[in-house]
Structures are given as C-alpha cells and as structure tokens.
C-alpha cells in the first residue's frame, strides 16, 4: 500500500518505466506475501486476510486515478471504475448497518473485471513508456498492433467493470431482501403462535 503514492507519481511526472517497474514489484511483493500466507505456518492473519486486498484495491485505483489526468485512461473509464467501487463500499456498508456483520465473496465476473483492470493499467504503462506518449521504451509498445491491444483491454475493463458493478448491486439487493423475508416471516409466525 505504501507503494501506491510513489507509482501515481510516477504516473503523474510521466516517468511510466520506472511507474511499471514499481507496479511489477508490488505484484511480486504481493504474490510473495500470498504464497508464505498459505504455506507457512501461521502465516496468514485476520487482518492480513482483510488488509491485503485493500492494499491491492488501493494500488490499483491509486493507478487508475493518476492514469486518468496523465491521459493514458479515458475519464469516463476511470469515474467507472472508481464508481463501482465506491457503489460496492457504500452497498457493503448499508448491508453491515442494516444487518451487522456479512461477509462479501468475490464474485467470478468481479474477478474478471479486476483482472481487465490490471491488465489495462500494465498495458498503458506500456504504451505510456514505449513511446506512445513520449516515452522511450521502445518501438514495439508504441506500435498499432500494441495500440489496439491497449484499447480492446480498455473496452473489455469496461464492460467488465459494468458488468459486476450491475452483479454487485443485483448481490447486494438479494442480501437486503433475503434479511427483511426472513425477519418478516418471523415476527408473523411468532404473532400466531402467541
């Protein structure tokens, strides 16, 4: 998570070499921390188990947040992303007030959508460092081929993001609604039974 202020400044300055290396060696850091969680014995915390995919979060949207003004990211992909996050916090929120503690698994296409998130913010740092922008990277990631491989990752982080924004809405609608049944149908079977 420390790692995040650096990248988007980076990102910001339009130093997008050194930005990706910084995001590479977060996802190896990451996946370090990740594997010793699992194959180490008491490796894996509660608050790790709770902290490390905020930290992913906050990286990524820190990414997304810089890549926007820097002008490798359209606007409108950025208030989308940073929307359905928020939209999910919000929901989460409402549903822990209204009925305490539930725990939220991931779903298939918001993994999906994260996966196309990533994958977007390494392709235009990319693009950003080969020269697409003025860097110097080199030839091959300022290239059309590469450019269009940038831009179909842009559309596809899109409709993703969408997608499991919709999903998570749907998700959490089902969580409110299952609750209030369930409190319904007690308090009239314990009317009738009095």
């Not at 850091?29 to 894996?44: E, K, N, V």
């Not at 926007?68 to 992303?81: D, K, R, T």
């Not at 235009?124 to 590469?146: E, K, P, Q, R, T």
Request: hydrophobic share 55%; with cysteine.
């Amino acid at each position: 998570m420390l790692s995040a202020p650096l990248a988007g400044w980076l990102v910001l300055e339009r130093r997008f070499g050194l930005a990706l290396a910084i995001t590479f060696l977060a996802a190896a850091s990451d996946w370090l921390d990740g594997w010793a969680a699992r194959h180490i014995d008491h490796g894996q915390t509660e608050i790790g188990a709770v902290l490390d995919p905020i930290a992913d979060k906050v990286f990524l949207i820190t990414l997304f947040l810089c890549c926007g003004p820097a002008g490798l990211i359209p606007i409108w992909l950025v208030s989308l992303v940073l929307g359905r996050d928020l939209v999910i916090v919000a929901g989460s929120l409402l549903i822990r007030w209204r009925r305490g503690p539930v725990r939220f698994l991931p779903l298939p296409v918001g993994k999906v959508s994260t996966f196309f998130q990533i994958l977007s913010v390494i392709l235009v740092l990319l693009y950003g460092w080969g020269g697409g922008l003025g860097g110097w990277g080199g030839a091959l990631f300022a290239s059309a081929l590469f450019r269009l491989m940038k831009n179909l990752a842009l559309a596809q982080t899109a409709f993703f993001t969408a997608l499991s924004g919709a999903a998570y809405i749907r998700r959490g609608i089902e969580i409110a609604w299952g609750q209030g049944r369930r409190q319904g149908t007690g308090v009239r079977g314990q009317a009738a039974e009095l």
